[in-house]
């Protein structure tokens, strides 16, 4: 018999940690858990209190003993760990308040995935992965990370090629909220169809096949602009011009949306954040709600609420793979992971997220062949500019950053565009060591932003 | 002695024309000129005749006896010529009026060879070129076609890739301009600066050097913002960010500024269009008092005006190019031509403006090496967009068309942008056969454009 | 319950056909064999009349009512086809002994599968697998072909890439005998371990891992060596040297031998050879020997003695693969297939031989990455090499016949190559109408080969 | 003005320097010369004085006022320099000997720059480069380094890959003999014809096209094979089958001879061995000859004889490099400089050997674009085993050579090869510290060469 696994969660405060628990309990008596730690921050202790005392609640409700730890030092929990999964947001909430807070005032795409707010997460996130991977190669060098602090997709990549961590798996809920979605539209189920997914995190295309072999994918086509199209709750659900979908002859990603119809996502944005709450700021309010169900002593499994969040799906995919790595499955399953020349049209090392089987070996990329010109382009458009991201967030260099907001189609480029940078840099700027240099020249310039609930978070030191 | 040269010149009616003939007087006793044909169309008769008239003149004040022969069927003007020069317009000045106010009037660009208006001149202006070439195949089957009508990397590359004819040089004034204006800029001549261009016809960067082999580029970076820092006047010098010039170690082209500077740009754009005009309509204007002043018997010079335009030294550049053939010279020039793996991050056989050797073999590109990953980024979108609409050119199909205006960082994606589409369809009917169905389509869906200039054109039938 | 599958084999009377029945019948249950055609041709008649008797007694004695059809025109075979195999060689042995003699007489190897031999083999069969296809697309559009005629991979790219018979898979039993062997030599089960291949037919390399993802493959390569080490049977069993074994940190496949030990393997043909018989005359016998017992009345199995031939697994290789497709397996096999990448080293749309999944949309090719520069080094030539080969076998091109040969590591260049490819040509001539008239030049200048053998076949009119 | 030059030329004491000198004294006015330096290692010394007073000999008998300096010490020399050459032989010609005397009593090809000598004069080659370069990055940070010391394809590598110095350009005589005689051969002068050239060096092809652009490459194939074909002389000049050349529509170089002869090479080489010399000792003779004539104190001038030599033209071909680059002349050359596209099917970072432009920029490769299947194969064969060779020159990586000596086309694989790979790393013991570990074992284990002559050679400690 194999041995018991233990498994380290990184951001374990997190609310999404009761998915993670009940898919490890559904899955015990394949992969039995032996040690469970949750870590987190200063700042998340309380949230890490709550949920690590439902997560022990829920254990206990199980059939199976299994001992959740908690500490704010990860040094003591990555000791002999087998998977390390990485759930943890870089400045709490807040962070994401104002990652989409202030590209809105410009009136540019306030998200937190894309655009300016998808870089400035990277930017704060990267060079703590950095530091998980130097405690791991010294205090677990035969564990597997598996990353779902977004961008996913550049996470990983700096994982792997600039960190040099192999055995890292990138996951995402995006192409299994599809799969699910997607079979059921089409009046097949989900092990009927053959999914085959290629391109990157947030920026992925797919193709489907019945269990005859026939490409069923412009069936599917037909269903993406319904309600349950297929895309996750959090996006909203602009149609995508039905000519496009045809042209393309594959499944578009739900991200794909703020690049397709841009000037419509954009103004559903700005609307919200006129309307006086952006995404982030909503999520303050769900938060708490749900941490005062998770406290309540009576409550021990996933309360059903979480399931219609934007990142429900994720902690279970999380499961699954370490679970088809730890029993050597061979598990068809859509991460981020080395190229390998799986997308010819981007290089072997790059990071993508593609149709991979996971086993004992990590996850093998199938190969996709080319893509067709205009995709390709868009793919190699967003590589580069995620090349210019990783490397800024970890030299911290200002020029760089400002190639990549250039590029990046969510951002005006021009003066405004630069001004959200700087804004961000300054507002961001207890996260972002690296650029302190910049964000010293940049305060002394003046350069503030004008929002007042950032503002107000960081007169409150946030 | 090699034998005289004949000269076709496709769009001969054009304002441009008297500069080539002073490019082709003045090179006489290197390139003896046997024959001139300027070809013209039907509509454009009137302006071919003042033209041709004045280019008479200037041969006979010059020391030389050349015959200029004029057309409106270009099968009588190709057989046995030595070059094809192409400067035509299809649609003329009222084509330009519409691809600049249509996409102005919905709050993007209007610009001739950028964002929609460069595509829908691409469109008009590429199955003529296949025309074009079947009657060579025919009637000249061993002269070059020298190409300067723009979008002119376009134009080249359904030529070469889609029509066949590998005797195709693309050229354009703007590597030219930047190589004057840059080199005085910081002190030195022309001849002791070494230029190396590569990207994309109205995309691309150069790195200079001097005659010791130091690059310079750095210096001549400091002065691209100044008023002479060798953009085309056409372009609205809306300054580069200087930390963006920094980090690309490379110079940008003028056109770059919509790129780079996206917002201020179209700001600009749309200011005019407000104002009443844009470019294409202050072009009326200039074009007209041109003709009238070319009417003139008196005149038999290029008058100075001419030099002022944004077109100038297109012509010069012909001739010297068709000089460097001619003479076998091995000349270094940036024109438009075949890959040939010179820029490695596009396709061999994609059609690139790189500094080469131009000679009796033609175009000889000299290979660049990788490009840094922004740079790489937006050259691979802008090919595969390039790619896009070249096929949709060809064979009419909406998709692709949609699919070009969706990726193309100058046109807002979404409804708006693809209304820009449809009415530029509906607007440019005449000129787009290939797209007949589906414009019969649109305008029994009712799609027309609000701009009243262009329904007064459109009334007028043009 | 899906509908029951018609099998088509084209080459039918080959001594592999029980192999391909016997796995047929066991996997009847997952896979409804409906009908059974096995075509041959005039020359196989008898052999055909006697296997199709076997194979009819064969399904008699099992719990099936499976109809064996027989016919000398496939066109007759095909209609409604689910599958069609391949499994037929050109010329019969005859065209075999000519391969492998013909260059042993000029000192170099005779095999049929590398070098001279497997080039002609390719010259032979690449137009009828043409012809094939041509008779597929009329008359069974949705069939797969599968193919074990070799050169397994020059056939399946001629297939693929020239023919555009996309639904064509490549077989080989040299991965499932190495899978098979090498497992048991470190002590494991073939479940228990992954093994991934990747580069061209008869060409490849594999690494292996076991159920916890750990590399064994350093382990796999001490025992490569042995009597059991994996290779195939039929290829002599020189040792590789242990430091190049443990330079590539690979498994090579036995045909590597050719390659890697040239003169051992070399010495060992021509010694051979001088005994007086190559491998294909041995062949004779042993086939007589089988045919003979195949047809005794009471004979209703495979007989023992066929799974000891070099061609063994292969059929039964093919049994898996279609079942795969039929029951949609996601099988985990080594084919040939359209790389897509999964070796970047080498062209998208080249065929190789790589880990593939199977199912009912074919081969899925798993991406490798990049390989070490020598492995690299040695499949660009060898795949430039398939490549001219396949071109001159469409077209009959000397010259590119002679570029082939001259690339080919077995084959020394020089005149005494240049001999032997035109000795091969016109003893080859009956099946090469494609080189007819280079034949007749060569005939004309008296070229024919000294060995008495061939001179008797081609007496005999063989 | 610009400054007088500073040339360093390590090897300095070589029987070809008088060339050198000639070039630089016919080139003073366009390249003022102020000081030469000649470095020779202390087994040189003798021949150095004899040169060197050759040298100054010539300097005084020219107009010009040069002082030639000599060394033992090349830190004495470096400073300031402004070009240094490299043109040395580590183990002089007994090293030679052993290169070409080994492989010969094995039966494989005896060249000092092609198969298994060419492999051993890198590995003694390649850490002495590496060296040099360190002097150079400490004495003369901006110096140019022109390599003609073979294998110059190899050593360009390693200096600009490997030990990152840029300003490096590999030279060869084999292009520039290839231009004088095919000109004239097909009845024009060198200026008429331009000449394309791309590959590896002592592995290229090229083209030519007449001033009016027309290919007359056909043309000068009909000459390859004859007396004056463009083959140096120190080749022997086995005919190519015409057939072959024809196919290719390219010249190979004289150097291919080895590849696509391999037999009849072969054959002359054992020949010319059993004679009893190979052509390293019939260079004994040569050498001590014109070092005689060097002597006599009245010669001032280059001899006659050295013109006749296999390294003619060598020097001359540095000369012209070093002018072009002095006086930023942007002259057609063919050199190995990095790839950077110009041949898309090897890596951009690869060293090749293709027509250049040659300025103070250095080299700037002409784009040639994709080569036809074979050539591409033999390229990227050729350059694979390259990458193992320099890689094992520098780590001491015995499993990598052994790959190389194994991918190698002219060295048979297998026991043979491997046995003259040991016998060459015990008879060059002297010059490769980095294989000492190997070289004792195979020492203790007995391995010796049987070639007496080289025996005598380490007898004497040679």
Chains 1, 2, 3, 4 share one sequence.
Not at 43 to 54: A, C, D, H, P, Q
Not at 212 to 222: N, S, Y
Not at 385 to 412: H, K, Q, R, S, W
Request: glycine share 8%; hydrophobic share 35%.
């Amino acid at each position: 018999m194999k041995k018991q696994v233990k498994i380290v969660t990184i951001g374990g405060g997190s609310s999404y940690t009761p998915e993670l628990i009940e898919g490890f309990i559904r899955r015990y008596e394949e992969l039995p858990i032996g040690e469970m730690w949750l870590v987190d921050v200063e700042r998340g202790k309380e949230k890490l209190r709550i949920v690590s005392e439902l997560a022990q609640r829920m254990w206990d409700a199980s059939p199976y003993q299994v001992k959740v730890h908690t500490t704010l030092d990860r040094r003591e929990a990555l000791p002999g760990a087998d998977f390390v999964t990485t759930q943890f947001r870089v400045g709490l909430l807040e962070a994401r308040i104002k990652d989409e807070r202030i590209p809105d005032l410009h009136g540019m795409l306030g998200q937190e995935t894309n655009g300016a707010g998808g870089i400035f997460k990277a930017f704060r996130t990267i060079p703590v992965i950095g530091q998980i991977i130097d405690d791991m190669r010294e205090l677990c060098p035969d564990a597997w990370l598996i990353n779902f602090t977004n961008p996913s997709g550049m996470v990983t990549e700096a994982a792997i090629k600039k960190f040099g961590w192999k055995k890292t798996i990138g996951l995402c809920n995006v192409p299994t909220i599809a799969q699910m979605r997607e079979s059921g539209n089409i009046g097949e189920t989900e092990e009927e169809l053959t999914y085959q997914f290629a391109g990157l995190n947030h920026f992925h295309w797919h193709k489907v096949t019945n269990r005859d072999g026939e490409d069923v994918t412009a069936e599917v086509l037909k269903h993406v602009n319904e309600k349950n199209g297929g895309t996750p709750v959090n996006i909203y659900q602009e149609p995508f011009p039905e000519e496009l979908l045809d042209s393309m002859k594959m499944v578009p990603c739900g991200y794909h949306r703020y690049y397709f119809m841009q000037r419509e996502m954009l103004e559903h944005s700005i609307q919200e954040f006129k309307k006086g709450g952006t995404r982030a700021e909503q999520m303050y309010q769900v938060e708490h709600e749900l941490f005062e169900l998770y406290a309540q002593p009576g409550l021990h499994e996933k309360p059903e609420q979480l399931g219609k969040r934007g990142g429900a799906y994720y902690s279970d995919a999380a499961c699954e793979c370490i679970s088809a790595i730890y029993n050597d499955r061979h598990l068809r399953m859509t991460v981020s992971t080395e190229n390998k020349g799986a997308l010819p049209c981007l290089a072997p090392d790059s990071i993508v997220e593609v149709s991979s089987l996971i086993s004992a070996r990590g996850a093998e990329p199938i190969a996709w062949g080319e893509m067709p010109p205009a995709a390709r382009g868009w793919l190699q458009l967003m590589k580069a500019m995620e090349e210019c991201v990783i490397e800024a967030a970890i030299t911290g260099d200002y020029g760089l950053a400002l190639e990549a907001f250039t590029m990046n189609p969510l951002i005006e480029s021009g003066k405004e565009g630069k001004r959200v940078l700087d804004e961000l840099l300054v507002a961001h700027e207890k996260y972002l060591p690296q650029f302190a240099e910049k964000i010293q020249e940049l305060k002394a310039a003046g350069v503030e932003t004008d929002d007042e609930v950032v503002r107000e978070l960081l007169r409150k030191g946030l």
